[in-house]
T-cell receptor, first 117, second 112 residues
Framework: DTGVSQDPRHKITKRGQNVTFRCDPI?????LYWYRQTLGQGPEFLTY????????KSRLLSDRFSAERPKGSFSTLEIQRTEQGDSAMYLC???????????????FGEGSRLTVL | DAKTTQPPSMDCAEGRAANLPCNHS???????VYWYRQIHSQGPQYIIH???NNETNEMASLIITEDRKSSTLILPHATLRDTAVYYC?????????????FGKGTHLIIQP
């Protein structure tokens, strides 16, 4: 399967613990996005990378959140000192952005569901 | 992103065409219209996008009005597997994240 993969698919943690999610995008894609989705809502943009550079962060991304894409391939999203309000599905997407073209098609993974007790 | 307005839910009988409307009256001349859908417990899936002309692919057709202020996604022969939330999105062009801004979409329920 050459789609976007995310790990773990489910994570249950206690409040105050740190968690890390991993995303492996489609190999030739230069853009990688993180979204968060809570029940009954559409996905909310968190941040995105062009290759290894993090180009934009939403104000939803508090100081407890950090994302990296060290070699322009896989990415990690870490949440420190988790709170119950962090419970959500964390979605990763990748795309091939061609200069001068539209946003392009985003390919999403199945998501990582976080439950903070 | 240009604001879009969609009905919160729609029903359609299996085998019939499902027509999902979207208003995007503030769209700019070079902004595309994208449609994604999200089946329960899965990540969103790209369906189709267009600028001015109508578009068709193996999943759906996209009809954009001449003034570009609204569009309709058409699933020609809906099946039970088409039950999902459908999102109409107009990404902001000319800078910024180009990240798609999802609203609440339309929950399409295909009835057997």
């Amino acid at each position: 399967d050459t789609g976007v993969s995310q790990d773990p698919r489910h994570k249950i943690t206690k409040r105050g613990q740190n968690v890390t999610f991993r995303c492996d995008p489609i190999s030739e894609h230069n853009r990688l996005y993180w979204y968060r989705q809570t029940l009954g809502q559409g996905p909310e943009f968190l941040t995105y990378f062009q290759n290894e550079a993090q180009l934009e962060k939403s104000r939803l991304l508090s100081d407890r959140f950090s994302a990296e894409r060290p070699k322009g391939s896989f990415s990690t999203l870490e949440i420190q000192r988790t709170e119950q309000g962090d419970s959500a599905m964390y979605l990763c997407a990748s795309s091939l952005k061609v200069v001068g073209s539209s946003t392009g098609e985003l390919f999403f993974g199945e998501g990582s569901r976080l439950t903070v007790l | 992103d240009a604001k879009t307005t969609q009905p919160p839910s729609m029903d359609c009988a299996e085998g019939r065409a499902a027509n999902l409307p979207c208003n995007h009256s503030t769209i700019s001349g070079n902004e595309y219209v994208y449609w994604y859908r999200q089946i329960h417990s899965q990540g969103p899936q790209y369906i189709i996008h267009g600028l001015k002309n109508n578009e068709t692919n193996e999943m759906a057709s996209l009809i954009i009005t001449e003034d570009r202020k609204s569009s309709t996604l058409i699933l020609p022969h809906a099946t039970l597997r088409d039950t999902a939330v459908y999102y109409c999105i107009v990404p902001h062009s000319g800078g910024g994240a180009d990240g798609l801004t999802f609203g609440k979409g339309t929950h399409l329920i295909i009835q057997p």
